[in-house]
């Protein structure tokens, strides 16, 4: 049996979204995050934009509504399972800071070159408009 090539971390490189011919950076073009998959079949994401303001508040729950507000609009995160299938990986939602998420399977299509992992997404509605989602990422660490 194969060995499953997107076991560990991924860190972003970049997160575009494409419409046709336009390319467009839903978090900015200094957006950061992680993907990790772990060996037993569960995954995580978090992805934000860059230069986002810390709250007034150093209570984790607080915060303004402005201020929590704008820190919803620069985040995505999610959770659960998932199950690789060699050109395609189902994430299978368990847990997910977008509630319509929770429940759903979201499929990422793989193109796995060494140490540098493209996600790409079926169209899917970003800003309004339909849209694929590139995710470029680069491993973490050296695999073990």
């Known amino acids: 049996m194969n060995p499953n090539p997107l076991v560990g971390?991924?860190?972003?490189?970049?997160?575009?979204?494409?419409?046709?011919?336009?390319?467009?950076y839903p978090l900015g073009e200094d957006a950061s995050g992680y993907i990790m998959y772990t060996a037993d079949g569960y995954m995580s994401v978090l992805i934000m934009a860059g230069?986002?303001?810390n709250f007034a508040s150093n209570d984790i729950l607080g915060g303004t509504d402005e201020e929590k507000l704008e820190a919803a609009s620069?985040?995505?995160a999610y959770a659960g399972r998932y199950e690789f299938l060699g050109d395609r990986v189902i994430h299978k939602i368990q847990t997910a800071f977008y509630p319509?998420?929770?429940?759903?399977?979201?499929?990422?299509?793989i193109q796995l070159n060494g140490d540098?992992?493209?996600?790409?997404?079926?169209?899917?509605?970003?800003?309004?408009?339909s849209r694929s989602g590139r995710l470029q990422?680069?491993?973490?660490a050296p695999r073990d």
């Open 74 to 76: 620069t985040f995505i």
């Open 9 to 24: 971390a991924w860190r972003l490189v970049t997160y575009e979204a494409h419409a046709g011919d336009e390319v467009s």
């Open 51 to 53: 230069g986002r303001a």
């Open 100 to 109: 319509n998420r929770v429940g759903t399977e979201q499929t990422r299509f």
């Open 137 to 140: 990422w680069e491993r973490a």
């Open 116 to 129: 540098e992992l493209l996600l790409t997404t079926p169209p899917m509605v970003i800003h309004g408009m």
